[in-house]
């Protein structure tokens, strides 16, 4: 039995371990109550190998697949995927890409044009019959069998110039730059560290990867998730107000899947002021020796959003707080859990 046989009547979706990466699983259902499966990103390398493979031996079917951009955190494991025998089990009817060119990751960590796979290659050889969409904010409202997905990232203008610089954008793979809180900010409250300014140490085109990145509001026939994958937030906020939502009519929805992992450059007071959600979801065991992950800051910033309501606020990570403490240090602690009403949960299942 083919898996959009599958009757349901609820959406379930998982937030995969996926190390320092980004890979979401979701079960929903169309207007016929016939299951819809929906793949976002496959983590990193070891994604593939150590969750996501054992979660698709019992799917036949994937509706949608969306690779969000190419950097190695979402890629990779999509990589395994199509390089495993599993592929040849599940059928996928389509996949969203914006990318003329992807080659394999060379130890889950960067892009490396050396190796000599092609990802567009490999879901040719192995799915020749999948439809491939590239997306942007041209495409706005998408359905998908009652499944309804407003497209805010990225903008024609960006994927434009991502494919005019793809050459020379491969070089600067190798440049590391650190994401990691500013420092200063352990010593603050929550409540003070929101007083910083937002102030992105790169301008949108400085950082095309991430500004390239698909984000899109989901709305399944029970909940609605905001999926803002690794994203600008100066491009979300121009989409929603573009769709008339401001801080007097904000975007309510369900549940926010928090932008590059809680780093510090993706989430602004701006956006968050535009958003209306009690559910935040940040996916991430902490980051690399370079790029570290979830920031103090962008913590304060959803924990004090100005268009909070009186109801808690709830905080998942897909990783142990433990564990994340033990890569970044205190970057939360039980004083800020006893000031705004608001939850720190391990949880990755929904």
């Known amino acids: 039995m083919t898996s959009n046989l599958i009757k349901r009547t609820k959406t379930e979706f998982i937030v995969l371990p996926a190390f320092h990466g980004d890979c979401i699983l979701i079960k929903t259902y169309d207007i016929n109550h016939n299951e819809f499966t929906i793949l976002i990103?496959?983590?990193?390398?070891?994604?593939?190998?150590?969750?996501?493979?054992?979660?698709?031996?019992?799917?036949?079917?994937?509706?949608?697949?969306?690779?969000?951009?190419?950097?190695?955190?979402?890629?990779?494991?999509?990589?395994?995927?199509?390089?495993?025998?599993?592929?040849?089990?599940?059928?996928?009817?389509?996949?969203?890409?914006?990318?003329?060119?992807?080659?394999?990751?060379?130890?889950?960590?960067?892009?490396?044009?050396k190796q000599g796979d092609n990802f567009k290659k490999l879901i040719l050889e192995k799915k020749s019959e999948t439809k491939l969409s590239q997306i942007s904010i041209s495409d706005r409202l998408l359905n998908r069998s009652g499944i309804e997905f407003t497209i805010l990232s990225p903008t024609s203008a960006i994927?434009?110039?991502?494919?005019?610089?793809?050459?020379?954008?491969?070089?600067?793979?190798?440049?590391?730059?650190?994401?990691?809180?500013?420092?200063?900010?352990?010593?603050?409250?929550?409540?003070?560290?929101?007083?910083?300014?937002?102030?992105?140490?790169k301008s949108i085109n400085e950082d095309i990867f991430n500004s390239s990145s698909i984000s899109f509001l989901l709305k399944c026939p029970d909940i609605s998730l905001l999926l803002l994958a690794d994203s600008r937030p100066e491009i979300i906020v121009q989409s929603l107000r573009d769709f008339g939502v401001n801080e007097k009519d904000p975007l309510i929805v369900d549940y926010v899947k928090v932008s590059h992992h809680g780093s510090l450059n993706n989430t602004s007071q701006e956006l968050l002021g535009l958003i209306k959600s009690n559910n935040y979801l940040i996916s991430t065991n902490g980051g690399t020796a370079d790029h570290k992950h979830p920031s103090r800051e962008t913590i304060s910033r959803i924990v004090y959003n100005s268009n909070r309501n009186d109801e808690v606020l709830n905080i998942f990570f897909n990783y142990t707080l433990n564990s994340l403490r033990e890569r970044i240090g205190d970057f939360i602690n039980e004083i800020d859990l006893e000031h705004g009403n608001w939850n720190a949960t391990s949880q990755n299942r929904f």
Not at 65 to 82: P, Q, V
Not at 86 to 97: A, K
């Open 41 to 113: 990103d496959g983590g990193t390398a070891q994604t593939f190998r150590y969750s996501l493979k054992e979660e698709l031996k019992n799917i036949s079917r994937i509706n949608l697949l969306i690779l969000t951009h190419i950097d190695s955190d979402h890629i990779a494991g999509l990589i395994n995927f199509f390089k495993s025998s599993l592929i040849d089990n599940i059928n996928i009817d389509e996949i969203w890409m914006n990318n003329p060119d992807l080659v394999e990751v060379n130890n889950g960590e960067l892009i490396s044009v």
């Open 159 to 201: 994927v434009n110039e991502l494919y005019e610089r793809w050459e020379s954008l491969r070089l600067l793979q190798n440049n590391k730059s650190n994401i990691s809180s500013v420092k200063s900010a352990y010593t603050l409250s929550l409540e003070e560290s929101n007083k910083i300014s937002f102030s992105p140490d």
